[in-house]
Structure formats: structure tokens, C-alpha cells
């Protein structure tokens, strides 16, 4: 088995997350500068064994597609060229961040801890790959 990466897309920065070789716990990996993530991505795919990549839907209330879902849909048409074997699914990220958000004030994190934003996309990206792992057992 190979490890599954949630992607939580940003225009500015990217949260990844894997799993574990088995594929049963979901870690926060990093965050990357989106103009980088390509070329993370490159570099950890020669290291380790991907399955797969799971990449965050943002959706409205109302089950529409947000308006960051143009720069994702772009994106995925650069990973899908990249990585043709490597297949992408789509998991909704509804309240992701504001999870996240709750998940550093749970953990006891301090008020300027919480306003590192890489660490809540990393958190939102590990939301990402539990929900996935999830529905799929």
C-alpha cells in the first residue's frame, strides 16, 4: 500500500497531510507555498509510495461550489498532468479551517500560536484526510 495525500488548496499556501504506509492514521505533513507545491510534491513522490491524492472541495451552505474552486480546477489540471497514475479525489472541506481553528484552541495552543495560518491549513488538510479515511472503512 502507498500513502494518500490530502491536499487543502490555497492561493497563497497549501496544507498537506498523509497517511501512514497502512493508511489508517492521518498526520499533518506540512505547508507549502503554493508556487512550490508542484515541486514538493515531485520531490515526495520520489521518496515515498503515493496512492493517492485527496484534495479538499470547498463548498458553499447551499452545496455550490465556492469561488476558489477556479483556481483549484486549474490546479488539478497541472497534479492530473503531473502525476497521470496517481489517482485524485475530491472530499468536501465545509468548515475545515473553522474545525482547525477549534482543534488549536482544544489542544491548548496560545492566542499567537492560533494565528499561525500554515498550521491551520496543515490541521485543515489533516481534517481532509480523516473525513476521507472515514467514509471509505
Known sequence: MGRIIAIDYGTKRTG???TDPMQIIASGLTTVD???LIQYLKTYTEEEKVEKFVVGEPKQMNNTASESEIHIQK???KLIKEFPNIPVVRVD???TSKMAFQTMIDSGLKK???QN????DEISATLILQSYL????
Request: proline share 0%; hydrophobic share 50%.
Open 75 to 77: 490546479f488539478l489540471e
Open 93 to 95: 472541506e465545509r468548515f
Open 16 to 18: 498537506l497531510a498523509v
Open 117 to 120: 495560518k500554515a498550521l491551520v
Open 134 to 137: 472515514a467514509s471509505n472503512f
Open 34 to 36: 503554493t508556487k512550490e
Open 112 to 114: 499567537k500560536q492560533r
